[in-house]
């Protein structure tokens, strides 16, 4: 493989890369705010408790609108 074949393809990559890093942060930004809005949903909530009859062990109740755990 020529040099200029390699170099494109290296300056390719490095493009891929930053553009991969900035995608990551957007994510990473995302999930936060998503958390924080279920954070605020959740407190908003008037919750009506079910109880999980499905789980063994520990019984489990949680909110049968935002699903909350008690």
Known sequence: MNSSVFEERKTKYEELRVVYWHKHAELEKLIRRMNKAEA??????????????????RSRWYCQHCGVLR
């Open 40 to 57: 605020d949903m959740q407190q908003a909530c008037t919750h009506v408790w079910v109880k999980d009859w499905e789980e063994r062990g």
